[in-house]
Every structure is written in structure tokens, then in C-alpha cells.
């Protein structure tokens, strides 16, 4: 498991040169200033196998879906000069290339859409609305979701990660943990996430206090709460413990 | 009330709050006044902040009102305010959104039709950072799940509502070449 801090950076994983197969289809079309409904199947295929071979050349990493669409390619190439039966019968038979066309159309669509987002996210960082107050004991009203508390629990694993160097077998059981967190709240409201934590050196027993914790807000027992979005998560301790 | 006291009112709370706030919610702060009136209110605001070149701006964004900075001022906020504002989605992120926006609520197997690659980690991520909602599940086998556009949606990209981004069909393609 990767625990990366910087929640901006996973953003770009890989280097982008094409988004995915239609991508790099609709750009051959576009440079080549063909017309979307018609196609010129062997040229285009050729085309798009010598980008693969580029790929491939370039040492970059691409996904399995650019050779499906290669070998959707070369079927809609055999279909075109297979004589089809059903001519004789319709008029018209459908052409093997207006599926390709149809997505190619919706998909250049949608590449247009996202680039007037672009330029609407680009004008929005610019402007500033005014940045929330520190929080209040009584702010803390947001229910933290299982996303919040991944990515609390991976700030506290990526900070032991780095810390922690000997490693110590241990038995440490999930219903252990779970007294001990209770045991925390006791005489209190609230703790803070990271305290639970606190002290806690292996990577294991990191999980087995997180596994605890769920365990705890799913059957209510406590409550995980924020102020704010993305802020410090609190763990309260509900007002009336259920007996299970 | 008299009608400049409630335009001071309102302004008031939009300098204060964080977040856009409804019309429904400004009316329900100051018990009396119409939804008309507030709003008729907020719209004087709005104008009078236009008309004396303010560098502040009362801006209808995410169903509600928000008293922002100016755009052409962000230099200066910049050099005051450093933090996240680097910020920026990737083209996939961009794309995903875009099509959860006009196909919602759409599923991941949907979307992935359309871009023609795995969408799962652009969807995480999305959900991570709000811009997207889990709206429910699609009656069919395997129950997939559905997704929408969030709140926080409207208020990334400075939308009013959804009916603010240009419909599909007005969408041309740029021009080839």
C-alpha cells in the first residue's frame, strides 16, 4: 500500500500523452483532417498500430484498452472488405465504422466539455471567498466519512512508515483495541484521531487500532466528526453506549 | 424593514460566512422579508458593488450568494495567501467530471464506454475530493453503483446551478485543424 501525504500529487499518475484510445484516434483524425463518418479504416489503422510501436519504442507504460481498440480496428478493416451477405438483401447495410464514428462523435464532445471546465477552474482560482474560522468545540457537527478516515489513518501510517525501523511480532487482537479506545474516552467528550494513535510503532498494530475504531463507529458506540471538510477529525464518544 | 437595512443585514452575513448562502437561508436569519425581498436585496447589493469598481464581488455560485475577490486581483491575494492554490484537476479528472455532470446519475461502466478507459481511480479520487456524490444504485444486475455532481461541484467551478454549463447539443467540437 502507497501512503502518500500530499493529497495533490497522486493526481497525475502516469505521464499524459494520450488519455486512453479514443483519445489518440480522435487525435490521428483530427491531424489528418478526415471526416469523422468517413473513415479511411486501413490508413487509420496503420496509423494507430505505428503510435503503439512508438509507445512500446518509448518504454511507456500504456493500457490494455489501446490494444483492444487496435484490434477493434483491424475487425471493422476485415469486415469492410468482406463482401456482407445481407447486401443483397438491404438496401442499405449498416457500415462497420458508424459505432466507431458514433462514440468518436460523443467522445470529442465530452473532451470539449471538459476543457470549458478548464477554463472555468482556471477564472475560479482566482477568486477567493473568505477562509472558515478556526473551529469551535460545538463546530465539530460534519460526520467524518470512511474516505476522511483513510486518509486521517494514512497521515498517522505514512508518519510511523518513516519512523519506525525494528520490527516486533505481536498478538494484538482487534476486541483489545477496542476497550483500550473506549478506555481513552473515558471521563472525556472527545479525542483527537491522532491520539488514538499515539505510540503506536508497527505498521500492525497501527491497522488493528484502525480496524478497532470502524468497528466502533459502525456499531455507534462513538462518533467521528469534524468541523470542517478535510479538517481534524475528533472522535466523540456516544451519549448512551448500546449494549450489544 | 426597510429595504436598506436589509440589503446591510445580508450584507453583513455574506462577509461573514464561508460558504454560499440560499436566499431561503438569509430570509430565515432575519425572520421577516420575502424570498423576493432578499432577493431583490442581494441583487441591489450585487449592483452596488459593481458600480463602485469594488475589488469585491457578490457572487451567485452553488445555489446560494458568496462575497468573493475580484479575479483581476488574485495577484495580490496570491502574495498574501499561498496555500492550495496551485491546485489544478488533471484532463482525465476534467473529462470523468464532465461526463458525470451531463450523464448523472451515471455509472463507472458508463463512463467508461465513453472515455474507453478504466475510470475507477479518476472516480476515488472525485469522490475524494468532494466533486462527485454517490446519488445511489442502478437497477440492474450487480446493482452498480451511481454517481452525481456534488455541491462542492457548483462551487469549484463557480456555477450557479448545473443549467449554467452549455447543454451537449450547443457543445461544438473546436474547430479542426
Redesign the interface.
Known amino acids: 500500500m502507497d501512503y502518500k501525504n500530499d493529497?495533490?500529487t497522486?493526481?497525475?499518475?502516469r505521464l499524459?500523452v494520450f488519455?486512453?484510445?479514443?483519445?489518440l484516434l480522435l487525435h490521428l483524425v483530427?491531424k489528418n483532417?478526415l471526416d469523422i463518418f468517413n473513415i479511411p479504416i486501413a490508413e487509420i489503422t496503420a496509423d494507430y498500430l505505428n503510435y503503439i510501436k512508438l509507445f512500446r519504442k518509448l518504454n511507456l507504460d500504456f493500457?490494455g484498452?489501446f490494444l483492444v481498440?487496435a484490434s477493434t480496428l483491424i475487425h471493422i478493416k476485415s469486415r469492410m472488405l468482406l463482401p456482407s451477405i445481407e447486401t443483397v438483401e438491404e438496401e442499405e447495410a449498416e457500415d462497420p465504422r458508424a459505432a466507431l464514428a458514433a462514440?468518436l462523435m460523443?467522445?470529442?464532445?465530452?473532451?470539449?466539455?471538459?476543457?470549458?471546465?478548464?477554463e472555468?477552474?482556471?477564472?475560479?482560482?482566482?477568486?477567493?471567498?473568505?477562509?472558515?474560522?478556526l473551529p469551535q468545540d460545538e463546530d465539530y457537527t460534519i460526520e467524518a466519512t470512511l474516505?476522511d478516515l483513510l486518509?486521517a489513518f494514512q497521515r498517522v501510517a505514512f508518519r510511523v512508515e518513516k519512523e519506525v525501523r525494528e520490527i516486533i511480532q505481536e498478538d494484538i487482537k482487534v476486541e483489545d483495541r477496542i476497550q483500550e479506545i473506549l478506555s481513552l474516552l473515558e471521563n472525556k467528550r472527545f479525542i483527537n484521531f491522532e491520539a488514538i494513535f499515539s505510540g503506536q510503532t508497527t505498521k500492525r498494530l497501527l491497522i488493528v487500532t484502525f480496524l478497532a475504531l470502524l468497528e466502533l463507529i459502525r456499531s455507534k458506540m462513538v462518533f467521528a466528526r469534524q468541523a470542517r471538510?478535510f479538517g481534524d477529525i475528533r472522535i466523540y464518544k456516544a451519549k448512551r453506549e448500546l449494549v450489544a | 424593514m426597510e429595504k436598506e437595512e436589509l440589503k446591510n443585514i445580508i450584507e453583513c452575513l455574506l462577509?461573514?460566512?464561508?460558504?454560499p448562502l440560499s436566499i431561503e437561508k438569509l430570509a430565515e436569519i432575519m425572520e421577516s422579508g420575502s424570498f423576493d425581498e432578499t432577493k431583490e436585496a442581494i441583487e441591489d447589493l450585487q449592483k452596488e458593488y459593481e458600480l463602485r469598481n469594488s475589488g469585491l464581488?457578490v457572487?451567485n455560485i452553488a445555489q446560494g450568494y458568496?462575497?468573493?475577490?475580484?479575479?483581476?486581483f488574485?495577484h495580490w491575494?496570491r502574495k498574501l495567501?499561498k496555500a492550495e492554490?496551485?491546485?489544478?484537476?488533471?484532463?482525465?479528472?476534467?473529462?470523468t467530471?464532465?461526463?458525470v455532470?451531463?450523464k448523472q446519475p451515471v455509472t463507472r461502466g458508463e463512463i467508461e464506454n465513453?472515455?474507453?478507459?478504466?475510470a475507477s481511480?479518476v472516480l476515488r479520487?472525485l469522490?475524494?475530493k468532494?466533486l462527485i456524490r454517490i446519488s445511489g444504485r442502478k437497477k440492474l444486475p450487480g446493482r452498480p453503483i451511481l454517481y452525481a455532481t456534488s455541491q462542492?461541484f457548483l462551487r469549484?467551478?463557480?456555477?450557479k446551478d448545473l443549467s449554467e454549463?452549455?447543454s451537449?447539443e450547443e457543445?461544438?467540437?473546436?474547430a479542426?485543424?
Not at chain 1, 488519455?19 to 483519445?23: C, S, W
Not at chain 2, 469549484?156 to 456555477?159: S, V
Open positions: 493529497s495533490g497522486d493526481y497525475k499518475v499524459e488519455e486512453g484510445p479514443l483519445d483530427r483532417d493500457a484498452e481498440m462514440r460523443e467522445y470529442e464532445k465530452f473532451k470539449e466539455a471538459a476543457s470549458i471546465l478548464k472555468r477552474e482556471v477564472i475560479q482560482k482566482g477568486i477567493y471567498g473568505r477562509l472558515p474560522l474516505f486518509d471538510l | 462577509f461573514f460566512s464561508d460558504k464581488q457572487l458568496q462575497i468573493c475577490t475580484r479575479g483581476e488574485s491575494v495567501y492554490t496551485t491546485f489544478q484537476l488533471s484532463l482525465p479528472a476534467l473529462e467530471l464532465s461526463i455532470a451531463y465513453i472515455r474507453g478507459v478504466d481511480y479520487t469522490l475524494e468532494r462542492e469549484y467551478f463557480g456555477l454549463i452549455p451537449l457543445i461544438k467540437p473546436p479542426s485543424g
